[in-house]
Nanobody, 130 residues
C-alpha cells in the first residue's frame, strides 16, 4: 500500500526551529495525497497539528501551531514538510505523518481528524528543552 517515512525530529532548545519531512512511496502508479501532521505525548491522545491538500494549495492548522508552523508539499519529490519555528516545551511530542489518497476532484480537500487518515508514518521524536 503506502509507505510513509519521517525524519527531522531531535532535541532542541526553546525558541529554536526544526524542519520535519515525510516522504510517501508506493509500488503502484502515483496517487494524489492529502497529508497531515499529528503529534502525541505519552499517555495522551494523538492530536492534529497541520494538514495540506493534495495539490498543496490549502492548509489547516491547530491553534497551537498557527503562526509558528508551516506545512507544505513538494509533489515532484512526493514529500510533505513541517517547518516549526519558535518551539516551546509544549511542542515536545512524537510527530506522525498521515496521508489520504484522493481523486482529482478532491485536490483541495483537507482533513483534520485522526480517524480521517488510514496511512501513518512511524513517528519522529521532537523534544524541546526550557
Amino acid at each position: 500500500q503506502v509507505q510513509l517515512v519521517e525524519s527531522g525530529g531531535r532535541l532542541v532548545q526553546a525558541g529554536s526551529s526544526l524542519r520535519l519531512s515525510c516522504t510517501v512511496s508506493e509500488r503502484s502508479v502515483s496517487s494524489a495525497y492529502a497529508m497531515a501532521w499529528f503529534r502525541q505525548a505519552p499517555g495522551k491522545e494523538r492530536e492534529f497539528v497541520a494538514a495540506v491538500s493534495s495539490d498543496g494549495t490549502i492548509t489547516r492548522y491547530a491553534d497551537s501551531a498557527r503562526g509558528r508552523f508551516t506545512v507544505s508539499k513538494d509533489n515532484t519529490r512526493n514529500t510533505v514538510t513541517l517547518q516549526m519555528n519558535n518551539l516551546n516545551p509544549e511542542d515536545t511530542d512524537v510527530y506522525y505523518c498521515a496521508a489520504n489518497s484522493v481523486t482529482t476532484s478532491a485536490a483541495t480537500y483537507v482533513w483534520t481528524r485522526r480517524y480521517d487518515y488510514t496511512n501513518w508514518g512511524q513517528g519522529t521524536q521532537v523534544a524541546v528543552s526550557s
